[in-house]
């Protein structure tokens, strides 16, 4: 190896180590967040949600070979995911 390389590796050794050690010395300053708050979905999240429901409900309209009670049990997984992720209150900050 050249000298050039051994004294950039040692560099960077020196430099990893000292980062290290500033690492370890700071562990204990973390911060902790107590309440986090009640979480709420992106729009994005519920845009792309409200775009499945239309998309079921075109499929419905069309008179899809996919079987009633199948399209009801989606909808209902739907309109929980919506319900759950508070959708109605995104939307009305949004």
Same mark, same amino acid.
């Given at each position: @190896?050249?000298?050039?390389?051994?004294?950039?590796?040692?560099? +960077?050794? +020196? $430099?990893?180590?000292?980062?290290? *050690?500033?690492?370890? &010395?700071?562990?204990?300053?973390?911060?902790? $967040?107590?309440?986090?708050?009640?979480?709420?979905? &992106? +729009?994005?999240?519920?845009?792309?949600?409200?775009? %499945? @429901?239309?998309?079921?409900?075109?499929?419905?309209?069309?008179?899809?070979? @996919? *079987?009633? *009670?199948? @399209?009801?049990?989606?909808? %209902?997984?739907?309109?929980?995911?919506?319900?759950?992720?508070?959708?109605? &209150?995104? +939307?009305? *900050?949004?």
């Amino acid at each position: @190896m050249k000298i050039g390389n051994l004294m950039l590796i040692g560099l +960077l050794g +020196l $430099f990893a180590q000292n980062e290290w *050690q500033e690492w370890r &010395s700071n562990i204990n300053d973390r911060i902790a $967040f107590d309440d986090k708050g009640v979480p709420t979905a &992106s +729009l994005w999240q519920c845009g792309l949600l409200r775009q %499945r @429901m239309a998309d079921l409900d075109e499929i419905r309209t069309q008179g899809s070979p @996919m *079987q009633r *009670q199948d @399209m009801v049990e989606l909808r %209902r997984y739907l309109d929980t995911q919506w319900l759950s992720q508070r959708c109605d &209150s995104a +939307l009305e *900050q949004g």
